[in-house]
């Protein structure tokens, strides 16, 4: 029997170094999950990476830094993103279909019931729900203080991809990072930095190596995932952060051999 997975996937796994899109990465991602999916399992993308891929397609030398501007360049950017990902999915013989968020639209009873309706439906019908934040509608997010630790909504679509795999009952959320996972120390600076492959708690020193208080390893926005994950292993769902450069990985992940760091469910937890 296939599993229900979300994945998560980031604007660095998105575009290249200079604001591209990275068309290699998104059809090796779109390949990947539609072989999933033509295994028998269900398939929830979570993308970030409107804004990145707006100004590319703007031709903007840098991103912009005006609210109104970044909302309107998010707005190009969900429509160029749905192009690729309707382009690349349809070649493997998938459709897909999108589902813009904000948090009012999670936490309400009511619209969380009707939203979890949809995801069963397009799931029901073979679809690809691709998910985003509606960054064009909500300011919350794209202008979240990181500095303070001030995630006022979804910080940057890792809490997002939690709460959605908590909505429609997720065995597994998958969430792409640029390294392979959680390590006991930066890995860009400690080249004997150990990988964590299973973490079955999140400890005060779980978060500080994800870039807590007292720490100085924050890369990789490691701290949201902590926080993603700890969301998802409550709601009896896994949570693997594995190398975005590497979306094979999923065949093994689906398999439940982890590629990366393991965040196990707890047992009990109310899904």
């Known amino acids: 029997m296939g599993k229900r997975i979300v ?7 998105l575009t290249h170094a200079n604001g591209g899109v990275n068309l290699r990465n998104m059809d090796r991602l779109a390949r990947v999950l539609s072989d999933l999916k033509h295994a028998g399992n269900e398939v929830v993308l979570v993308s970030s990476g409107a804004i990145g891929v ?22 190009i950017g969900q429509c160029e993103l749905m192009h690729l990902y309707d382009k690349f999915f349809g070649d493997y013989g998938v459709t897909v279909g999108q589902i813009l968020l904000i948090r009012e639209n999670v936490d309400d009873p009511v619209q969380s019931q ?21 960054d064009s509608v909500s300011f919350e997010e794209i202008e979240r203080d990181h500095h303070e630790g001030n995630h006022k909504v979804f910080g940057d679509n890792d809490t997002l991809s939690a709460l959605v795999a908590r909505l ?9 990072s640029d390294i392979d996972g959680l390590y006991d120390s930066d890995p860009h600076a400690n080249e004997d930095a150990r990988l964590i492959a299973e973490v079955r708690e999140i400890t005060d020193e779980i978060r500080a190596l994800a870039g807590g208080a007292g720490s100085a390893f924050g890369t990789g926005g490691m701290a949201t995932k902590i926080q993603a994950a700890e969301i998802a292993m409550e709601s009896g769902c896994d949570l693997i ?31």
């Open 54 to 75: 707006g100004a590319g397609k703007l031709h903007l030398k840098q991103k912009p830094t005006e609210l109104r501007m970044k909302q309107a360049v998010a707005a």
């Open 7 to 13: 994945i998560k996937v980031g604007t660095s796994t």
């Open 168 to 176: 429609v009952h997720a065995d597994q959320l998958v969430i792409f």
């Open 114 to 134: 009707n939203l979890l309706g949809t995801f069963d439906a397009l799931l029901e019908l073979g679809v690809v729900p691709v998910v985003n934040e509606n």
């Open 241 to 271: 952060i594995t190398n975005g450069a590497r979306p094979e990985n999923l065949y093994d992940i689906a398999e439940n051999r982890a590629r990366g760091t393991l965040f196990r469910a707890k047992k009990g937890a109310i899904v």
